[in-house]
């Protein structure tokens, strides 16, 4: 008999060396991903919606004491931190109030005032049917106009609201276009392109 000599299968090696790491208690982890050595992690620029170039060959560790440098100087000389606006949670524009249904059944509940009160002026003229009837239609018109009014001072409240809304946005972007402009002049002024 000959025993003719096989090549391993590459499934078999895969799961050879996998019950190897795990009897002997590793996890298998794949190879780490290595940033370019240029890369280095968030800067004050960055949080800031700018980009900064060291364009007299200064080093990261020079850039970051810069920047510190000059978000400090900014902030004296504009008085707005960007940091603490951005750290405060954003004010939830506040939801239009639902409408209760109050205002929806104006017209049925001033009809059914009317008409008692129409039947009561009625009943001493002595004809209560009519008098509900003319009462009922006056509570009905008068209901309907009180939800009507309602529904005006709804769209009121909720255009001043959108308004005021807009405005703070509009000024916490000024803010940040003024706190931004002295950043990066100071930033110019230590030898550095800044977009």
Not at 53 to 82: H, L, M, R, V, Y
């Amino acid at each position: 008999m000959q025993y003719r000599r096989s090549r391993p299968s590459p499934v078999i090696g895969a799961a050879v060396l996998l019950a190897a790491t795990v009897a002997l208690g590793q996890q298998p982890t794949p190879a780490p991903a290595q940033a370019p050595a240029s890369a280095h992690s968030s800067t004050l620029s960055s949080s800031l919606g700018l980009i900064v170039f060291p364009a007299k060959n200064q080093n990261a560790e020079k850039q970051s004491n810069d920047e510190t440098a000059c978000f400090g100087w900014a902030k004296t000389q504009t008085g707005i931190d960007p940091l603490a606006a951005a750290q405060q949670p954003a004010q939830a524009q506040a939801p239009a109030p639902a409408s209760s249904g109050a205002h929806d059944n104006a017209p049925v509940r001033g009809a059914a005032r009317g008409a008692a009160g129409g039947a009561l002026v009625g009943a001493i003229a002595g004809d209560a049917g009519t008098g509900a009837a003319v009462g009922a239609s006056v509570g009905a018109l008068s209901g309907a106009s009180k939800r009507r009014q309602a529904r005006q001072a709804e769209q009121q409240q909720q255009q001043q609201q959108q308004a005021a809304a807009q405005q703070a946005q509009a000024n916490a972007a000024q803010q940040k276009a003024t706190y931004n402009k002295a950043f990066s002049a100071c930033m110019e002024g230590k030898g550095y392109t800044v977009k």
